[in-house]
T-cell receptor
């Protein structure tokens, strides 16, 4: 699997936007970029995913660089409930077999200050 | 929608005993279920992948005779930790996938089971 690189931690203030970066310079043309987050003592939660175009949903936005070697998860207004570890993961749905699996890195620990 | 439950949420057992953890997809049928383990301050590590009605595929280094996985239906998978020892103490998390292999596929995770072996 192509690897991703994320900062170990980031801080934000409540009500402010947060931009969480992810580098994936070895991404292949068929890799989708997935983001999950894990709140303390809970299972991970799906956030968003995309291939080439920027994506928006009720939780966040995903901005993908034109060369696809990096992406940014955007939380438009951080709340205390957004404090979590955010994981950026690449998946190729066409690989088949065990490649359906998600490989979690260390992620970014987001702290939201009141 | 897409809710996954786990039972129990927390279990404490004596060394040498076996513990069964259930994972259920409550409002959808899961073609594939995954079992992960997470030690304190570490990331999730995939243990095995299971499809309904077939044998689970275990990741390298995971003992299949120690971690028994049964995926009897499209809504239920169980993980049994046999002859548990203190080093098996961990946070066990399952996930379920609706359309594994499809671009829109996502995994839905259970809340996790905290296992403590004394």
């Amino acid at each position: 699997d192509a690897k991703t690189t994320q900062p170990n931690s980031m801080e934000s203030n409540e009500e402010e936007p947060v931009h969480l970066p992810c580098n994936h310079s070895t991404i292949s043309g068929t890799d989708y970029i997935h983001w999950y987050r894990q709140l303390p003592s809970q299972g991970p939660e799906y956030v968003i995913h995309g291939l080439t175009s920027n994506v928006n949903n009720r939780m966040a936005s995903l901005a993908i660089a034109e060369d696809r070697k990096s992406s940014t998860l955007i939380l438009h207004r951080a709340t205390l409930r957004d404090a979590a570890v955010y994981y950026c993961i690449l998946r190729d749905p066409n690989s088949g077999g065990s490649n359906y699996k998600l490989t979690f890195g260390k992620g970014t620990l987001l702290t939201v200050n009141p | 929608g897409a809710v996954v439950s786990q039972h129990p949420s927390r279990v404490i057992c004596k060394s040498g005993t076996s513990v069964k953890i259930e994972c259920r997809s409550l409002d959808f049928q899961a073609t594939t279920m995954f079992w992960y383990r997470q030690f304190p301050k570490q990331s999730l590590m995939l243990m095995a992948t299971s499809n309904e009605g077939s044998k689970a595929t275990y990741e390298q280094g995971v003992e299949k005779d120690k971690f028994l996985i049964n995926h009897a239906s499209l809504t239920l998978s169980t993980l049994t930790v046999t002859s548990a020892h203190p080093e098996d103490s961990s946070f066990y998390i399952c996930s379920a996938s609706v359309l594994a292999g499809v671009s829109t596929d996502t995994q839905y995770f259970g809340p996790g089971t905290r296992l403590t072996v004394l």
